[in-house]
Antibody, heavy 118, light 109 residues
Framework: QVQLVESGGGVVQPGRSLRLSCAASGFTFSAYGMHWVRQTPGKGLEWVSF????????YHADSVKGRFTISRDNSKNTLYLQLNSLRADDTAMYYC???????????WGQGTLVTVSS | QAVVIQEPSLTVSPGGTVTLTCGSS?????????PYWFQQRPGQAPRTLIYDTDNKHSWTPARFSGSLLGGKAALTLSGAQPEDEADYYC?????????FGGGTKLTVL
């Protein structure tokens, strides 16, 4: 069965960096696009980033452009999100989500919590 | 940046029908926005219910349906169950990327 397991979250000071990982199993990872979505505690969802099946096409939300970078290692079945220049308003639960072959979001991971605080 | 607009909260009686809507600050919502609907129960990750306006995944209960209604995307729940009490989010695709609505808190009471 499809499994997406995020890791790498934690408490980090403003201005520092963090790398999140999303380990995929139960499907052919290299065939599908992937998203990162975040959710501020008690608030709504915010789309963060998308990468195509081979990593050649990437999009980022304006709120993270220039600070966050999505990437993937298909040999390791793992999706990444590099978070640089972190700010307090980046504090959120970060979810990875898989797409279908047609590009529709289907499965979600359980999330990893990032807290930016001094 | 576009703003996606949802009702903050709605209430439905058990067994009743309710329609949640999703509008766009840039104009009418069309199939070209590839509307999604997600359900999120307290303490859980989101779950995709509807994609591309009206398509269901294998796990989507038959009582949920998606459509376009009066320039908005719509999620209709027919025959509400207690377990349908949750937050519901729509997602639209724009030229610059995807934008979520603020979510609708649905109470089954």
């Amino acid at each position: 069965q499809v499994q997406l397991v995020e890791s790498g979250g934690g408490v980090v000071q403003p201005g520092r960096s963090l790398r999140l990982s999303c380990a995929a199993s139960g499907f052919t990872f290299s065939a599908y696009g992937m998203h990162w979505v975040r959710q501020t505690p008690g608030k709504g969802l915010e789309w963060v980033s998308f990468t195509s099946y081979d990593g050649s096409i990437n999009y980022h939300a304006d709120s993270v452009k220039g600070r966050f970078t999505i990437s993937r290692d298909n040999s390791k079945n793992t999706l990444y999100l590099q978070l640089n220049s972190l700010r307090a308003d980046d504090t959120a639960m970060y979810y990875c989500a898989k797409t279908t072959a047609a590009g529709a979001i289907d499965y979600w991971g359980q999330g990893t919590l990032v807290t930016v605080s001094s | 940046q576009a703003v996606v607009i949802q009702e903050p909260s709605l209430t439905v009686s058990p067994g009743g029908t309710v329609t949640l809507t999703c509008g766009s600050s840039t104009g009418g919502v069309t199939s070209g926005h590839y509307p999604y609907w997600f359900q999120q129960r307290p303490g859980q990750a989101p779950r995709t219910l509807i994609y591309d306006t009206d398509n269901k995944h294998s796990w989507t209960p038959a009582r949920f349906s998606g459509s376009l209604l009066g320039g908005k995307a719509a999620l209709t729940l027919s025959g509400a169950q207690p377990e349908d009490e949750a937050d519901y989010y729509c997602l639209l695709l724009y030229r610059g990327g995807w934008v979520f609505g603020g979510g609708t808190k649905l109470t089954v009471l």
